[in-house]
C-alpha cells in the first residue's frame, strides 16, 4: 500500500467515522427533543400540580384548625359532663339524706 492509498483509506475511515457519528447525534437528537407542544403541556401540568399542592396545603390547614376545635368543644363537653356528673352525686346524697330524716321523723315510736 502506498502513500496515496493510505491517505484514501484513512480518508474514507474518517468520512464514515463522521457519518457514523452525525447519525448518532441525529438519532438521539430526536428521540430526546422536546417540542413546544410538550413544553406548554409540561408547563401546563407543572402549574395544576402547584395548584393542586395549594389546596392540598390548604385543606390540610383547614383540618387541623377543625380538630383543635373539636377537640376544645370536646374538653369543655367533658368538664361540662364531670360537673353535672358531680351535681347529681351530691343531689343523690342529699336526697338520700332527706329519705333518711323523713323515715326517721315518721317512725312511730
Avoid: K
Avoid at 496515496?4 to 430526546?32: N, Q, S
Avoid at 353535672?84 to 326517721?104: D, F, K, P, S
Amino acid at each position: 500500500m502506498n502513500r496515496t492509498e493510505f491517505i484514501i483509506a484513512t480518508a474514507i475511515i474518517l468520512f464514515v467515522a463522521f457519518c457514523l457519528g452525525w447519525f448518532a447525534y441525529w438519532l438521539i437528537h430526536r428521540f430526546t427533543r422536546v417540542s413546544t407542544a410538550d413544553v406548554g403541556e409540561l408547563e401546563r401540568m407543572a402549574q395544576e400540580l402547584h395548584e393542586a399542592e395549594e389546596t392540598r396545603d390548604q385543606a390540610i390547614t383547614y383540618l387541623q384548625q377543625r380538630e383543635a376545635e373539636l377537640t376544645n368543644q370536646l374538653s369543655q363537653t367533658e368538664a361540662e359532663l364531670s360537673a353535672a356528673m358531680e351535681g347529681l352525686r351530691e343531689a343523690r346524697h342529699e336526697a338520700e339524706e332527706l329519705r333518711a330524716y323523713i323515715e326517721r321523723t315518721h317512725q312511730p315510736g
